[in-house]
């Protein structure tokens, strides 16, 4: 299922285009919105556990380990 998902934070990330390409260094601004499915799961850091998702685009591209706090959906945010 596909998600509207906006961006809280401004941050850089290696993008995956292709399995045959390399990635490509992308800057992601805050307040963009993109169509995503989301693969969540937990990873380990310094400061403990977070809750993090593989992104995969509505045009094939995918980024990933993208925390939580970093986005948000809007298609599951409630009408005022």
């Known amino acids: 299922m596909f998600h509207t998902i906006e961006f809280a934070v401004d941050f850089t990330v290696d993008m ?3 399995r045959k390409k390399p990635l490509e260094r992308v800057c992601m601004q805050k307040g963009t919105r993109r169509r995503a499915q989301l693969h969540p799961y937990i990873t ?11 992104i995969f685009f509505e045009d094939g591209s ?19």
């Open 62 to 80: 995918t980024i990933r380990m993208v925390p939580y706090a970093w986005f948000s959906f809007l298609d599951m945010a409630s009408p005022n």
């Open 16 to 18: 995956e285009v292709s």
């Open 44 to 54: 380990e850091t310094t400061k403990g556990p977070i809750e993090v998702a593989d």
